[in-house]
C-alpha cells in the first residue's frame, strides 16, 4: 500500500473537493462478470487470430483520421467546459496521457472509446445537450474508465468485425467463425459497461449525477420530472417477472445489444454505490497498478462464476431462482459422489478433506 493516502488527496471542483485515485488499478471497479467473459471471449477458437489480423491491418489511424476530419476535438480553445471535465477525470483516475475527446454531430445521445495504442473519447451532440454538468462528468468518467481498463482495444475489434461480416455472409466458415467472436465480444461489453459505470462514479463522486445520467438516457426529458425511487422501483419489477417464460424474453432483449438496458444498469450502479467496496476506494483502500498480481483467465472466469451465483442467489427472477437451485442441486450430488468415490460418506466428508489436505501437503 502506498504512503500516500488518496482519501486525503483532494482536488477542488466548483465549490466541493474530489478524492484522486494515485496509481489505482482498474480491478479496483472493474465488474467480476467483465474480467470473466473477456476471458470467455478470448479462450474462443481463433479470437487471438482475429485480434493480431485486424490490428495489424490498420490499427487505429482510420477512426482517430475520421474523428479529426468530421468531429470537434475537444481543447481549451473548443469546448473549454468539456475539456476542463476530460482533464479533472483523467487526474482523479491518474491516467496519462490523457485522452483526447471528440464531439460528434449527432442527436442520438452516445459516446465511446476507441483505439488501440491511443485511445480516444468520442461524445455525441445529443449527451452534451441532453445532460447537466455534473452528469456529464460522469460520462466522460465512464468514458476514462473504458481506457485505463484497456477495453478501447477490443471494442475497437468488435466494431471492424460487425462491419466485415456483412460481406462475408456467402462465406460459410468465415462468416460464422466470426460471428462467434462478435457474439461473445458484445456480451462482454455489455458487462464491461458495468465496470465503466463505476469508474464514472468515482470521477463524479455523487451517486445521484450518476441516477440522473442513467434516468435521462431511460427517456426523461428534464430530471427533475423522474421520482428515483419509483424509476428504481422498475428495475427491481423487471426482476420479479411472475413466469419462466418472462424470464426467456427478458434473454431476448439483449439479443445484439453492446449496453445494459438502461433502468437495470442504474440499478446495479446504485447497488454498487451503497456497498463497501464503493466506500473502501474513497477512503484508499484499494489496488494500484504496481501490485496487481498476475492473473490468470481461469481465476477471472471463477470470479465471473461467483458474481453471477451471488447475482442468482439475490434474484427474485425464478428463472434465476430455478437456475440456482439447479447448480446447488448439482454441486451437491458431485459432492457426495466425490465422496462415496474417495471411500467416505457426507457425515465425515469434513474430516476427509483435511486427511487430503495433508497428504497433498505431505507429497
Known sequence: MSESRPGNDVQAVEGRSLVRF??????????PADRGALATARALPGFDAILKAISGAVGERSERLLALASSVRVSERQHPRLD?????CAEVLDLDPVPDLFVQRDPRPNAYTIGMDQPFIVLTTGLVELLDEEALRFAVGHEMGHALSGHALYYTVLRRLVQMVT????????YWGMRAVIAALTDWYRRAELSADRAGLLCVQDPGAALRAHVMMAGASQADEVDTAAFLQQAAEYDAVESVWDSVLKLGHLDGLVHPLPVVRAADLQRWAAGEQYRAILTGEYPRRGEDPTSTWKQDVKDAARSYKEALSTSADPLAKVLNEVGDTLAGAASKVWQRFNGRDGRDGADGGQ???DADRKE
Open 22 to 31: 494515485p496509481e489505482i488499478s482498474p480491478r479496483a471497479y472493474e465488474h
Open 84 to 88: 476542463r471535465l476530460r482533464r479533472e
Open 355 to 357: 486427511r487430503d489436505g
Open 167 to 174: 460481406g462475408l455472409s456467402w462465406m460459410p466458415v468465415g
